[in-house]
């Protein structure tokens, strides 16, 4: 496993950008794919985008793309979520976590390992 711990969530207001990060250690993870996943109170955990760290392949759920971007950076063993044009909706707790494989990238019980979780909160 992998040990991830996530950073850069606040309060922000509608059509705003935040930049998440996802500092990655424990182990080579060149076969891994990084998540995104964000849950709202109340709500499931919700799919938000992936990438898959050697190859730089990314993925997004319905409701950000165009407006969210995934990234990595390789030196930094951190993956990044860009998040712009935020809107109340996107309010969540947001997770990075980590699975080897690119398959099944929108299943929260496929990943092996999880963040802690960064509040984001988007309000006027």
């Known amino acids: 496993q992998v040990q991830l711990v996530e950073s850069g969530g606040g309060l922000v207001q509608p059509g705003g950008s935040l930049r998440l990060s996802c500092a990655v250690s424990?182990?080579?993870?060149?076969?891994?794919?990084m998540g995104w996943f964000r849950q709202a109170l109340g709500k499931e955990r919700e799919f938000v985008a992936a990438i898959w760290w050697s190859a730089g392949i990314t993925y997004y759920g319905k409701s950000v793309k165009g407006r969210f971007t995934i990234s990595r950076d390789n030196a930094k063993n951190t993956a990044y979520l860009q998040m712009n044009s935020l809107k109340p909706e996107d309010t969540a707790v947001y997770y990075c976590a980590a699975k080897i494989g690119w398959y099944d990238l929108g299943l929260p019980s496929k990943y092996d390992s999880w963040g802690q979780g960064t509040q984001v909160t988007v309000s006027s």
């Open positions: 424990g182990r080579t993870f060149s076969s891994y794919a």
